[in-house]
């Protein structure tokens, strides 16, 4: 988020905290610790496995996992109220350049619609190439639907947006900061957060990467340059991002239909075959995790019950990072029972209020065995963890009471080894270029630094 989009926000949150009670988390005393079933509910294209089916498919997908992995997906079924999704393809990718190579290749190959849901859609290069090929793909009858978040794109010209709708594009702005624009539910204070695009109903793409030129280099260990040799000017962007393919996509395109719907208040229009049958594209099982205000902060829910439930390690990116007391008591009562817990933060943020009031946690969750390691010369921006090495999620939801409570917010958890593996490779690259904070190093910063953090603190609700 630039200095302008900032101030913007900050003043708008001056207003609703004004006028606007507190919401709050779950009771971390109340989530789910019993197994109530040996297998979680396992969905696919064709509808809900029976039990014995459920648990054929899973002994041959985990054959090598232990029943730990089991246990972990049914009490997560117990929190969140929701399935896990088989048979999908699911790849990793890193950083801006990565991800928009993708993303503009499902664009070009597209036939018959493209959905974007996405937080920010700057005027820049990489914004303008993107729009052009949406434009392009509109010209050539595939039906291209855009809904971007008014407060995410409060920097970007309006002209930017009306030539894409002179296009046939259809656009919504999401939640506008003038409510008399708005022609659904509207409320100033919940942003969509949401990183999504779907084409033709057959493959997806979520995570943490805006339409933005932020993206255009990548992170440090991705581009392969010396820190010596870096523009810190210039530094990348530390980002992660998902293509997913099989039946998950249909849930995921179920949740961009759904805001969209809320939003204009009515149907996508022309009619498309928005939900074709997919057939599995892979061995993945997924379970999509999207959430909204006044929903049952599923995403909360997952996190604390993997880092409740975890035996050897947690291993957390976080851009940012401002967690509430439950989260920190879990992350130190995970390792004062001998598990490994590392978080990477940022060494290099956007947004320094953010980072002051999570620094203001550092000295509690050091004292109390957590490793905390800052990313250095990039801008870090990605939200993911890897719990034990074989429980995985990536999305767009930070660890802050904005992200669990305030936004519409996308995670996806990967549930399986292998993808674990390569999360936990990502991870330990991250950890290569990130600099370790001690405690005692900690205990002797500047007083200045503690009295941003204090003052930071104080907003953490709303930032």
Known sequence: MNKKRLSWWLAALAFVGAIASCRTLPDADKLPDTPHKNNPTVATAKGTLQ????????????????????????????????????????????????????MMAAVRSATTSIN???????????????????????RQGVTVNVMYDSVGTIGTPQEFFDRMRA????????????????KGNWSINNRDHRKLMVVDGKVAFTGGINISADYANSSLFR?????????????????????????????????????????????????????????????????????????????????MVAINEAKKSVHITSAYFVPDQQVVDALIAAAKRGVDVKL?????????????????????LLAGGVRIFQLQVAVLHAKTAVIDGAWSTIGSANIDRRSFIHNYELNVVVIDPAFGRDMESAFNEDLRDSKEVTLEQWRD????????????????YWI
Not at 232 to 257: C, M, S, Y
Not at 277 to 287: I, Q, S, Y
């Open 51 to 102: 039990k014995q089916q459920a648990a054929q498919l899973l002994q041959r997908r985990w054959a090598n996992a232990t029943s730990d992995l089991k246990q972990l997906a049914v009490l997560e079924e117990q929190a969140t109220g929701l399935p896990l999704i088989a048979g999908n393809q699911v790849q990793l990718l890193f950083d801006g350049p990565a991800t928009m190579r993708e």
């Open 344 to 364: 990477v933060l940022p060494g290099v943020s956007d947004h320094g209020l953010v980072m002051y009031a999570g620094q203001a946690f550092y000295e509690q």
């Open 167 to 182: 296009a046939g594009i259809r656009m919504v702005a999401f939640n506008p900061v003038n409510p008399a624009k708005a």
């Open 445 to 460: 910063r500047p007083w200045a630094d503690r009295i941003k953090e204090w003052a930071a603190r104080l907003t953490e």
């Open 223 to 303: 581009s392969r340059r010396k820190p010596d040799n870096v523009d810190k000017n210039k530094v990348g962007w530390r980002d992660t991002h998902v293509k997913i393919e099989g039946p998950a996509v249909a849930t995921l395109q179920w949740a961009f239909v759904n805001a969209w719907v809320r939003q204009e208040g009515g149907e996508l229009q022309p009619p498309r075959d928005y939900f074709p049958r997919l057939a599995p594209a892979g061995d993945k099982f997924v379970r999509v995790l999207a959430t909204e205000p006044g929903s049952h902060s599923e995403i909360y829910k997952s996190l």
């Open 116 to 138: 974007l849901e996405t937080y920010i859609f700057d005027q820049d290069p990489i914004g303008l190439q993107f729009a052009e090929l949406l434009m392009e793909k509109q």
